[in-house]
Structure formats: C-alpha cells, structure tokens
C-alpha cells in the first residue's frame, strides 16, 4: 500500500506515528549522481529496464503507470518516479510552468532531458518504496537530510514534557508531508491569549484550548514548520504565519540543522507569544467593509469561491456587516475549516488550508477594504 503514489494514513496514537516513521527510515535511502547523467524516459515502452518487472515490482509499476508514467535511468539503474519527483525534478532541471502538465509524458521527458544535460552539480535522490520520491541539489549547503522520525521524537519530547495538559489531536501523512497535531491547556499560553484580550475590552470562552502543529517533508515541499491555533468550542483561529526551518541554507551538515530544529521547538512558547503580536495588529485595523475585505483577502489566497461565499455569507448573518476590526474579520475567515470539515475535506486539504488562512493574518487589510457588494 505505501508505494502507491495516492497513498494517505492518519494516526490517532502518537505512538504509531513515531513506529510508522521509524519504518520510514529503515526503509528510505538516499544516493547522489551527476544531474547531468541522469535520464528521463517513460515507462511504456521501456519496461524490461524495471528490475524484477514481474515480482514485487509489478505493482508499483502499474501504479507508476497510473500516475506519473516515468522513470529515471542513473548509471546504477533505472527507477520508476514517484508523483512527488516531478516537481523536484523539474526544480532540478531549472524548468517551471504550468505547460509542463498538459504535454505528453513523452515530451515531458524530452525537455527534461535536454535541460539536465546543462546541470551542473550532483542531484541527490530519495528512494522510498520502489520509487523515487525527489529529486534535489546534491549540495549539503542546498538540502540537508533531516529525517522526519528525529524531528517529530524531539517536538513529542518537548510538547508532553514542557507543557500542562497536552493531548495528542492526531497526525497524518502522504508522501509529500508528514504533520501531527497536540491540544495544550498550558496556563502560559492561555493567560497571554486572554490578557491580550482584555487590553481590548473582550473575554475568552472558559473551553479555551491551544494547537501546536508540526509539519515537514522530506520530498523538498515543507521545511520544518511550527503553527498554532487557538480553539474555543467548535471555533479556530489560526496564528498567522508558523515558525519555520528550512532544508536548506548556511548549515553543511544534518546535525546542526537538526539542532536548529530542536531549538526551534524549545522556543514553542516564546515563538507562540511572538505570533500573538500578529493578532494584537489586526485589533488595531478598522475595517469599514468586513464582508468585501473577508471575501477579497480570502480569494487572493486561493481559497475555493465556494467555501468563500459560504463563509461570508455566516459572517453576514452572525454580524450584520457593520464596521469593525481586521480582528473580528480574521475570526470569521478561519471558520472555513467549519465548512471544509462540514464538506468532508481530507486531513491534507484541512492542512493546506490553514496554511492559507495563515496567509491572509498578514496581507494589508486596507487594501481590500472597498465599498460594493460582495457576491
């Protein structure tokens, strides 16, 4: 079941998360070759180049098959490519568009192919469960390897050890991220949320709770990232912008950028406090027009018209459109996850969502505060 390129599993038990990383790392490898001497080809046509085309490799061939229809030939072998290589791939070949799609896998393979020829440097290739899952800068000074079993032992560690009252929401992965979710009911980080409050005349609900999440990847589309939300009852609001580490940069090797991932963690609370000044801003942003704003802020980030609309339309019915803060705005934004969840969205469109609500906490509200009828 993992080789398959659709593949998704959520976990209920922080325990299975880590056993089922842990697998991960046992089964994963990584080899690096001269970008330059790395061949694209499709599958059809070229299939006696799959090792054991009629053993264990016939399922994940019809599934490669299935989905991205491509392999990549080293001077080691030849190996089917994974949905999540392309991207990469691309990336790695300097090549980008939304063209890219809609040619022929064949073509496809043609234009990567002329384009690595002038590729400079090493490709490094994460190889995981009969595919290739990335393909990225062999530089460590571009792309260190931080395994994803080191870095969600070293969140569970701090978030059960430095905080009161945590409890596991769940975690969940595909091949393209891994994330895991803990409800916080620490004194700390409750009490900064409710005096920020009340230097604005408001109170919070006696159900107040905290999420921290924690999200990465190992296919190059995540670094290591930190977010938070605040629940009361039923209701969401996403912290803005989380705290990130990315794979690549000034560190040459994995273990200082592992510990900068572990520091990163450490300062959980203090990076917390620090996102509540992005909510103390929007206090402070009077918006004549909450229903244009809601709905102009929500499209620039890309958010579904529909779940736009539906999402207005509530925030129409439970505060008339009368003025008010780029605050009470912000709150009404965030329960779209209401309606997502309401629509049956997986755990991974839930994910991405919030990371789109994050977005829309620090774009310039008064840009899209404009008279007119919001449909």
């Keep these: 079941m993992y080789y398959q390129d659709d593949f998704a599993l959520r976990f209920g038990d922080e325990v299975e998360l880590h056993e089922f990383l842990a697998g991960v790392e046992e089964r994963e490898w990584w080899k690096r070759y001269p970008s ?32 991205t229809q491509l392999m990549v030939r080293t001077d080691e072998g030849t190996y089917l490519l994974g949905n999540t290589a392309i991207p ?18 064949s073509i496809l393979a043609q234009i990567l192919n002329e384009c690595l020829k002038v590729s ?11 595919k290739v899952r990335a393909v990225v800068s062999g530089d460590e000074r571009d792309y260190t390897i931080l395994h994803m079993q080191d870095v969600f032992m070293a969140a569970s560690a701090y978030i059960n050890g ?30 900064a949320y409710r005096d920020l409050l009340k230097q604005y005349g408001r109170l919070a609900d ?10 990465t990847s190992d296919v190059a589309a995540s670094g290591v990232n930190i977010a938070y939300s605040i629940h009361e009852g039923n209701k969401s609001l996403v912290l803005g912008k989380g705290l990130k580490t990315i794979h690549r940069g000034r560190s040459k090797v994995a273990a200082s950028r592992l510990a900068e991932v572990e520091e990163n963690i450490q300062s959980i609370f203090q990076y917390y406090k620090e996102s509540l000044l992005g909510v103390k801003r929007l206090f402070d942003i009077q918006i004549k027009y909450p229903a244009n704003t809601m709905k102009g802020i929500m499209e620039s980030v890309g958010i579904s018209k529909k779940l736009v609309a539906e999402t207005v339309e509530k925030f129409r019915l439970e505060s008339g459109d009368q003025p008010c803060t780029a605050y009470d705005v912000y709150c009404g934004i965030c329960q779209v996850l ?36 919001a449909a």
């Design 36 to 67: 330059r001497k790395l061949e694209v080809l499709t599958v059809s046509g070229n299939e006696e180049l799959v090792d054991d085309i009629n053993g264990e490799n016939a399922a994940v061939l019809m599934d490669t098959l299935k989905h």
């Design 88 to 105: 990469t791939l691309c990336r790695r070949a300097r090549i980008s568009g939304s063209a890219l799609s809609d040619v022929t896998k």
């Design 120 to 130: 400079k440097g090493k490709a490094l290739l994460h190889f995981y469960e009969g």
């Design 162 to 191: 430095d905080f009161d009252k945590v409890s596991f929401q769940g975690g969940y992965t595909d091949h393209t991220i891994t994330s895991a979710a803990w409800s916080v009911s620490d004194g700390r980080m409750l009490d």
């Design 206 to 215: 006696s159900s107040l709770s905290t999420e921290i999440r924690i999200t």
């Design 338 to 373: 209401l309606f997502a969840r309401q629509k049956n969205a997986t755990d991974r469109m839930l994910i991405d969502l919030e990371e789109d609500i994050s977005v829309c906490a620090s774009r310039r509200w008064k840009d899209y505060d404009m008279p007119g009828q």
